[in-house]
Nanobody, 127 residues
Framework: QVQLVESGGGLVQAGGSLRLSCAAS????????VGWFRQAPGKEREFVAA????????YYADSVKGRFTISRDNAKNTVDLQMNSLKPEDTAAYYC????????????????????WGQGTQVTVSS
């Protein structure tokens, strides 16, 4: 069982930056891939970024590539999402997710890749 708790959301002006953090419980964090998804009102949840469980591979949605950076610290059981050059269309609830241990995927971009989810943190970007 893994519990995920996000923090760092808030209100920011367009062009600004925010850093989201996700803290995970449990001793198997390093064996899991982790990802960030977001969901805006009236829209489906969409993939934002992911970090593989091994090899240090990262994956990004085209809409955030070059602006967002995902990182993880296995010693601290945390995964962060640095968001720069924010746009109003980035406004959404952001969710952290983790896979089952030793689970592999080509891009970790599907919701079905993940077993555990956090409660979400709201990011609002004003124009």
């Amino acid at each position: 069982q893994v519990q995920l708790v996000e923090s760092g959301g808030g209100l920011v002006q367009a062009g600004g930056s925010l850093r989201l953090s996700c803290a995970a419980s449990g001793r198997t964090f390093s064996s899991r891939a982790v990802g960030w998804f977001r969901q805006a009102p009236g829209k489906e949840r969409e993939f934002v970024a992911a970090f593989s469980r091994s090899g240090g591979n990262t994956y990004y949605a085209d809409s955030v590539k070059g602006r967002f950076t995902i990182s993880r610290d296995n010693a601290k059981n945390t995964v962060d999402l640095q968001m720069n050059s924010l746009k109003p269309e980035d406004t959404a609830a952001y969710y952290c997710a983790a896979t089952q241990p030793l689970y592999d995927s080509r891009t970790y971009s599907r919701s079905d890749d993940y077993r555990y989810w956090g409660q979400g943190t709201q990011v609002t970007v004003s124009s």
